[in-house]
Nanobody, 128 residues
Framework: QVQLVESGGGLVQPGQSLRLSCADS????????IVWFHQGPGKEREGVTCINSRDGGTYYTNSVKGRFIISRDNNNNTVFLQMNSLKPEDTGTYYC?????????????????????WGKGTLVIVSS
């Protein structure tokens, strides 16, 4: 059974960095495509980046492109989200979600919200 657990959130100042982790304690992330979602205060949850299971291909929305990096460590069943040059608008809860298989179009996959598994989230606050 897949159980996703996020960690690494916290309070940082604008311009600083954080690295979030998404670990699967129940199964393996190797066969799963992973999405990081962001939900800002009073806003809807939206996907910001994803990584494919088969070839490790990635996709970023314009809001995080060039600042965030998603990666996976299959040996340790962990997916990371390196968040650089953080802005106040990056504040919110970050959720790790996963789906079985290898989507052929990562942008459509991210926008579909069609996930099989969800973590409970980790809170990031960017404030001076």
């Amino acid at each position: 059974q897949v159980q996703l657990v996020e960690s690494g959130g916290g309070l940082v100042q604008p311009g600083q960095s954080l690295r979030l982790s998404c670990a699967d304690s129940g199964f393996t992330l190797l066969s799963l495509a992973i999405v990081w979602f962001h939900q800002g205060p009073g806003k809807e949850r939206e996907g910001v980046t994803c990584i494919n299971s088969r070839d490790g291909g990635t996709y970023y929305t314009n809001s995080v492109k060039g600042r965030f990096i998603i990666s996976r460590d299959n040996n340790n069943n962990t997916v990371f989200l390196q968040m650089n040059s953080l802005k106040p608008e990056d504040t919110g809860t970050y959720y790790c979600a996963a789906a079985d298989g290898s989507p052929s179009n990562l942008r459509l996959f991210l926008e579909s919200y069609d996930m099989d598994y969800w973590g409970k989230g980790t809170l990031v606050i960017v404030s001076s």
